[in-house]
């Protein structure tokens, strides 16, 4: 069974002058406005297309990592996870950097990384984002 996901965008002017809002299918805490100069500045109140990226990113590799944790016989207590997605004007979005913190009782720090490492390759998430440059950083609580 397949399932969609949908967002959608209102856009209004060009895009150094103008500005959108962006409304999630599945949640009534928005719209959330996006602009050009928050894309390229970067802002504190208003999204971009990079940080709903990294909201995408952080939670399927912790989705992924959980999973993987379970199937190892070490199912973890917590999860956090940041994913911090650069974005070059002119350039693109150059790179996804996931920073990692869990707390898994009875693993040691070699199977820690292997499973992180193959969390991070699996995500489904990462392999759309195949076409940049992921990084992991991940400790062992």
Known sequence: MSVTSEAST????????GSGQVSLAS????????????????????????????????S??????????????TPPQSI??????????????????LNVNAVVPGLD?????RLAEEAKVG????QALSGIEITLEATLA
Do not use: Y
């Open 123 to 126: 995500c489904p998430v990462s």
């Open 60 to 73: 399927c590799f912790s989705m992924a990592f959980s999973l993987a944790l379970a199937q190892n016989g």
């Open 80 to 97: 956090e996870t940041t994913a911090s997605v650069t974005f070059v004007p002119g350039k693109g979005i150059t790179g996804s950097h």
């Open 27 to 58: 949640s009534d805490q928005g719209p959330f406005a996006v602009d050009w100069k928050a894309r390229s500045e970067g802002s504190t109140t208003v999204t971009t297309p990079e940080e709903l990226i990294a909201a995408a990113h952080s």
């Open 109 to 113: 720090q070699a199977d820690f990384d």
């Open 10 to 17: 209102s856009w209004h002017g060009s895009l150094f002058e």
